[in-house]
């Protein structure tokens, strides 16, 4: 019987070209799943699939709305990839998300009526402060109590939410707004550039671009990255060499929450326009698999922010069009990392099929 | 009722108390094999909607447990299939658990957004109920309460005074060495791991169908991870779970009992209702600063993958 069944067989290199297919197997396997889920729904799966995976993009609008979801996951992800490739495990970004967005929004507030070109380049810096200040309420824990920065900056994204929710139904609350819990409108200084005219796509998947393109010049060509992949793959080398394990920790976090609180910045001044307590459509935790399926490596990211961008879109296409929870994009995202990590295990192992007849 | 708020406030904590002291102590015995489960939350919320709607469909509560062990149980299948099969990362699939599995609860769920169930009725223990102070506390309490209880004088007994126990101790210190005297590491960190996820399943069922008993979108609201962190500031000892976890369901019900009698205090609920994340880091920074009780107490393999050499 044991005989039967295919087996594992250790590679002695792991296996380059499984590093980048592998992706692709899980990006394959989710789409095969999205069939079966449609059809164990009741929905005709072909038409299941055409909804949410082929619909959103049927037009130069929808191409921009797929960008302007992807931009705040390239954000986030590529911060994100600087602290995991070190092994510094920033599950929070959801937390310093909300924490840019209330500190991007808080300038915009606190300066209205102002039309300075430097209030909007001020809002992205007050954004990466704010977000880089919370990441860093768990840095100091790791490296001055050796608290777990998992649990840490989990728990601060739930008083993130918190405080949030506080804000705009207390102090910052609209006077105006029929008792709404949110701000007030942020005016135009205050809000990003469109780029294309008649789409919501703004500056800021320009700033992501950047952020790919700086992302990938520290972490491949300069030095503090070369001492964050030391310390990811051997503690010990890295120790050897005189790398900082608590540089490392804080470099690695610090990194995670700036994007993640320039992404929450670029939503409230962009799509948003104001600050309220939903300011985060779960961005933080889907850019925790966009930097996986993303291998860590910013090309890789752009395109896994495609990627999950589309899943979010047909989360929406299936609610307006099939009548399922938009949730159902949730189920595609976790499905996508499980098969990821599940199709990992070819880039170290192949599969040894039992001979026919044996 | 002539009970002063003290015994509403001890009642209370003890329910409050119990998905933590049954997640956690299901989280210990996986964790005590060396394997980490970071998807406790979403075992936990899948293990509630499936209940919520087994006993919605069945009006049996009791079906509802079960379904939420079942599904609990499927969910760390799938997780111990990806780590212990595939040796996949154990953070990264614990984190793809818990996306996936609030997701999962939130699409299911729907279907079920603010429906209610029936109150299941306390066991009232007769006599012993009257005690005063102690006695509702301890004696009038749900089923699942009780059955918490022996949980973890079950999990005591199994860890510290039963061969298999032992033995899967032995595997979480060093499964290189249970494996060279003959011990199947892999089957038992499979069964260990099947057990926390069912007892997950068990403390999401407690929350949706005994203790609210309602479903809504996100209501184990971080339970989980705070599970994960009890097991630490356990330092991996069951009696310290427990009181953990109490300690943990006091300071949800000292802060509800606040914010019902807050509007003289005028501190914002959100401040209060932040309490229970503060305290869970509180008490990681307490536990965590000294790093030679971690790593005296912590099984020595845990979230390492192993594979046996054959």
Redesign the interface.
């Known amino acids: 019987m044991r005989d039967r069944l295919p087996r594992l067989e250790a590679r002695a290199e792991p296996s380059a070209a499984m590093r980048y297919a592998s992706p692709l197997i899980a990006v394959a396997l989710t789409l095969a799943g999205g069939l079966v889920v449609f059809a164990a729904l009741g929905k005709d799966p072909v038409e299941g699939f055409r909804v949410f995976f082929l619909s959103p993009l049927k037009d130069a609008y929808g191409i921009a709305e797929l960008l302007l979801k992807a931009t705040p996951l390239m954000l986030i992800a590529v911060g994100l990839a600087v602290g995991f490739r070190a092994n510094v495990w920033n599950i929070g970004a959801e937390g310093q998300f909300i924490l840019g967005a209330v500190a991007g929004g808080g300038v915009a507030l606190f300066f209205e009526g102002s039309t300075s070109p430097l209030l909007l380049p001020l809002m992205v810096v007050a954004g990466a402060i704010g977000g880089a200040l919370w990441a860093s309420i768990a840095a100091v824990l790791r490296t001055r109590f050796n608290a777990s920065e998992i649990l840490v900056s989990l728990m601060l994204v739930y008083i993130a939410q918190l405080f949030v929710s506080w804000l705009v139904h207390g102090p910052w609350k609209d006077p105006e707004g029929f008792n709404f819990p949110q701000t007030r409108m942020f005016h135009d200084a205050a809000m990003l550039p469109i780029l294309f005219e008649g789409t919501r796509l703004n500056a800021a998947f320009l700033l992501a671009l950047s952020a790919l393109l700086v992302g990938y010049v520290f972490i491949y060509r300069s030095f503090p990255g070369f001492r964050m992949q030391v310390a990811g793959q051997s503690v010990a080398a890295a120790r050897y060499a005189g790398f900082s394990a608590q540089r490392t920790i804080w470099t690695g976090l610090v990194a995670g929450g700036a994007m993640a609180g320039i992404a929450g910045m670029a939503e409230v001044s962009g799509p948003m326009g104001q600050l309220t307590e939903h300011v985060s459509s779960n961005y933080g935790f889907a850019a925790i698999i966009v930097a996986f399926v993303g291998r860590l490596n910013p090309v890789g990211i752009f395109f896994a922010s495609l990627l999950m961008a589309l899943l979010y879109l047909g989360g929406e296409q299936a609610q307006q069009y099939l009548n399922l929870p938009s949730s159902i994009s949730k189920v595609f995202q976790g499905m996508l990392l499980s098969f990821l990590l599940g199709a990992d295990v070819l880039v170290n192992y192949r599969v040894r099929w039992p001979r026919a007849g044996a | 009722m002539e009970d002063g708020i003290l015994t509403a406030i001890l009642v209370a904590t003890i329910v409050a108390g119990t998905p933590l002291v049954i997640a956690a102590l299901g989280e210990l015995v996986t964790e005590k094999s060396g394997v980490l489960n970071?998807g406790a939350e979403?075992i936990m919320a899948v293990g509630a909607v499936a209940a919520f709607a087994a006993a919605h469909h069945s009006g049996s509560a009791f079906a509802g447990a079960l379904a939420g062990i079942a599904a609990g149980a499927l969910m760390s299948l799938?997780f111990a299939?990806?780590t212990l099969t595939?040796?996949?990362?154990q953070?990264?699939?614990g984190?793809?658990?818990s996306?996936?599995?609030?997701?999962?609860a939130?699409?299911i769920g729907?279907a079920y957004q603010s429906a209610t169930l029936p109150a299941v009725p306390t066991l009232r223990i007769p006599l012993l109920a009257e005690i005063p102070v102690l006695g509702r506390a301890i004696f009038d309490q749900q089923a699942v309460v009780y059955l918490s209880w022996l949980l973890f004088a079950g999990v005591a007994w199994f860890l510290y005074r039963s061969r298999p126990g032992l033995l899967l101790r032995a595997i979480g210190e060093s499964p290189a060495s249970a494996h060279s005297i003959g011990s199947p590491v892999i089957r038992i960190r499979y069964l260990a791991t099947l057990f926390g996820g069912a007892m997950g399943g068990l403390a999401g069922a407690f929350l949706s169908v005994f203790y609210t008993p309602l479903w809504t979108?996100g209501m184990v609201?971080?339970r989980g991870?705070i599970a994960?962190?009890l097991v630490?500031f356990a330092t991996w000892r069951p009696w310290r779970v427990l009181l953990g976890a109490y300690l943990f369901g006091g300071v949800m019900i000292v802060q509800l009992f606040v914010q019902g009698s807050g509007a003289e205090l005028e501190i914002?609920s959100?401040?209060l209702?932040?309490l229970p994340?503060?305290a869970?880091?509180a008490v990681?920074?307490l536990i965590?600063?000294n790093?030679s009780t971690?790593r005296l107490n912590s099984p020595a393999s845990l979230g390492e993958p192993y594979?046996p050499e054959a």
Request: glycine letters at 8%; proline letters at 2%; charged letters at 10%.
């Open positions: 970071l979403g799938a299939f990806l595939l040796m996949a990362n953070v990264a699939s984190l793809a658990l996306i996936f599995g609030v997701g999962l939130a699409f729907k979108e609201a971080g991870w994960l962190a630490v914002p959100q401040f209702s932040s994340y503060w869970t880091i990681l920074v965590s600063r790093v971690i594979r």
